[in-house]
């Protein structure tokens, strides 16, 4: 740091009065000029003063956003790929591989390096370098404050929506209902069905709707990454969770470690095993009229460990099944409301003709008829292009059998 500037002596000079006229005049005119002198020294010296404090003020106000965005928790892994000039690296975010160009934090900036995971915001601006610990806690939970998927996002299963609505809603919302009858809510809502239902945006929807936090853990990633970790991770997202309620916990694909016991015992098995049992101790622990709701999904139900299923543990099942002609209508019309679409598209028709598909192939299906669309050189979709995408997803389909037919015979 600088060191402030000296103050320069105030200028004095003995002037004799009984010196003639014009050397006392003299003296006084040097006088003068030291007077100006000391002053330009101390102007010089105020402006740098004021340049210093204008330039410290900005520091603080840098630093002060810097920390409210760190304190703004929904942050996001990424991996940096490349650092260029000017303060900005290529990063990649875990999850959906995107690639972005994007700001670094002044303050981390020279220790930022290609294949550092890092914690980025919601604009992708890097905001810190993640060590081993934070590291293996944060790749396998997704926390988001305030999901944007909501109730009137969701088609064709609204039975299903008013049940978990029923099971973890009313007692975050209305706990004092569940006293005044003196029963306990369900504990856990096991939510099972095929691939891209709409499982997952229904416990966001909820988080949503109750403003929960929502913290989401895959079961796969728990036991596949972090083998000798998955008991602490399970603490980990009960703890998170406590430090962040009201929240949801959503653990994706729970038969990941809540298989049916097998009778081989190869350590891989023990520890599958021993994350499940720290999770249905902490859900044994747990206070069902809380400020915590747990919800699990599953798209194989028969392979599930009943024990999980025990009353205190996931004692409400809801099945999440493919959606039928309506539904699949609705969620069509849930799919296209952002788009441009011409007055002739017969969603029925659609509806009829997409039977087997679920939320999320009626979803690429919409999108891959805008693409049509745009090669097209149209900004309007057509009925024809919903039913061009519909013959090219049925083609990929039935290539790929073909394919995996040829891999499987070969
Ligand atoms: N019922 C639905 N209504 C509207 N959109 C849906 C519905 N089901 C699925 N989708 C679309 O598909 C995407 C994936 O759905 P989601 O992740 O909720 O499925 P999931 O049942 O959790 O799947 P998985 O078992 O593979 O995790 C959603 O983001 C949404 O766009």
């Known amino acids: 740091m600088s060191r402030s500037p000296s103050i320069p002596d105030r200028p004095h000079r003995d002037i004799d009065s009984d010196l003639p006229d014009d050397e006392r005049l003299e003296a006084l005119r040097g006088h003068y000029e030291d007077l100006v002198d000391v002053n330009d020294q101390l102007t010089d010296q105020l402006d740098d003063a004021e340049d210093r404090r204008e330039r410290l003020r900005e520091k603080v106000d840098r630093v002060e956003r810097e920390n409210e965005t760190l304190k703004s928790s929904s942050l996001y892994i990424a991996t940096v790929e490349d650092v260029l000039d000017d303060d900005q690296v290529i990063v990649k975010q875990h999850g959906n591989n995107q690639e972005v160009l994007t700001d670094v934090s002044s303050r981390i900036v020279d220790s ?9 915001n919601d604009s992708f601006a890097i905001q810190s370098i993640l060590d081993t610990e934070t590291d293996a806690r944060a790749q396998s939970m997704e926390i988001t404050e305030k999901p944007e998927v909501t109730y009137a996002d969701i088609g064709g299963i609204d039975e299903q929506v008013r049940e978990v609505r029923e099971a973890v809603e009313q007692p975050l919302i209305e706990p004092e209902l569940f ?16 691939p891209g239902t709409g499982k997952t945006m229904l416990a966001k929807a909820v988080a949503n709707e109750t403003d929960a936090t929502f913290i989401k853990m895959a079961g796969s990633e728990l036991v596949r990454k972090f083998i000798g970790e998955g008991s602490r991770l399970v603490r980990d997202l009960f703890e998170m969770a406590r430090e962040r309620q009201p929240a949801i916990i959503f653990i994706d694909e729970i038969d990941a470690i809540a298989t049916r016991r097998t009778e081989s015992k190869t350590s891989g098995d023990a520890e599958v095993q ?25 798209n194989r139900f028969d392979m599930l460990d009943r024990a999980i299923l025990r009353p205190g543990r996931f004692d409400r099942l809801i099945e999440v099944p493919e959606p039928d002609r309506d539904g699949r209508e609705q969620i069509l ?19 009829d ?36 995408a519909l013959e090219k997803i049925e083609e990929d389909d039935s290539s790929d059998v073909i394919s995996s037919a040829g891999y499987f015979y070969q």
């Open 179 to 194: 006293n005044e009858v003196g029963i306990d809510p369900p504990s856990g809502v096991l939510l099972y069905g095929p």
């Open 333 to 351: 019309q849930i799919h296209t409301r952002n788009m441009n679409v011409a007055d002739g598209v017969d969603f029925g028709a659609l509806a």
């Open 353 to 388: 003709d997409t039977e087997g598909y679920s939320g999320a192939e009626i979803e690429s299906l919409a999108t891959e008829a805008g693409m049509f669309a745009i090669r097209n050189e149209r900004n309007e979709v057509a009925h024809q292009d919903f039913a061009d």
């Open 112 to 120: 930022v390096e290609p294949g550092d995971r890092v914690a980025v």
């Open 274 to 298: 021993r994350t499940m049992m720290q999770l249905l101790s902490e859900m044994d622990g747990f206070e069902a009229r809380g400020e915590i709701r747990i919800i699990a999904a599953t």
